[in-house]
């Protein structure tokens, strides 16, 4: 059974451009949850996907968006970059919206 | 609103000396808790979870954790470290609504460095 994945494994932007991140969730699950780890702290979470509908949000700015595909996979946008958004951007996939959340290793994005 | 407080950003032990991780929560609803590891450049592992049952909970890799509603904590031990334990440990929080259900945000506390001295 393949895991969560996420790509890509590290990104570098600058600051006011836009980037996609993905994530495949584990087979069999409907849900994706997204999380921002700044360095040095604990993940704070950005939304919630459950089959293709936003399903809850955190404290981000609408620049952060995010799409589930029919396959449940799913993108996490960020739209006119700043400084701040350099984190390690983790996605976690459950059966279901009140399910164990499975992590993936995450993207690391850098904004210079 | 809820809330998690790992106090101590950095814990140091010996191999084979107890591991004692603190964790305090604040939460308006009976709630899920979870202690999760994450290794460097790696994701989130789940060590163990509380979810209304046993308070006291057994996880992976040796580690247990009691619930003490009285003291809102959720402490992560284990009786002896080993070397590979060396990593950093989140405790979290989610709400239970109706008919116990877990919500699926979980509220993070800022992390626990463990570090194992040979």
């Known amino acids: 059974e393949t895991g969560v994945t996420q790509s890509p494994t590290h990104l570098i932007k600058t600051r006011g451009q836009q980037v996609t991140l993905r994530c495949s969730s584990q087979s069999g699950h409907n849900t994706v949850s997204w999380y921002q780890q700044a360095l040095g702290q604990g993940p704070q979470f950005i939304f919630q996907?459950?089959?293709?509908?936003?399903?809850g949000r955190g404290n981000f700015p609408p620049r952060f968006s995010g799409l589930q595909f029919p396959n449940y996979s799913s993108e996490l946008n960020v739209n006119a970059l700043e400084l701040d958004d350099s984190a390690l951007y983790l996605c976690a996939s459950s059966l279901d919206r009140k399910g164990e959340q499975f992590f993936g290793p995450g993207t690391r994005l850098t904004v210079l | 609103a809820q809330s998690v407080t790992q106090l101590g950003s950095h814990v140091s032990v010996s191999e084979g000396a107890l591991v004692l991780l603190r964790c305090n929560y604040s939460s308006s609803v009976p709630p899920y808790l979870f202690w999760y590891v994450q290794y460097p450049n790696q994701g989130l592992q789940l060590l163990l979870k509380y979810t209304s049952a046993a308070t006291l909970v057994k996880g992976i890799n040796g580690f247990e954790a009691e619930f003490k509603k009285s003291e809102t904590s959720f402490h992560l031990t284990k009786p002896s470290a080993h070397m590979s334990d060396a990593a950093e440990y989140f405790c979290a929080v989610s709400g239970v609504g109706a008919g116990g259900t877990s919500y699926g945000k979980l509220t993070f506390g800022q992390g626990t460095i463990l570090t194992v001295h040979p």
């Open positions: 996907y459950y089959r293709e509908e936003e399903n």
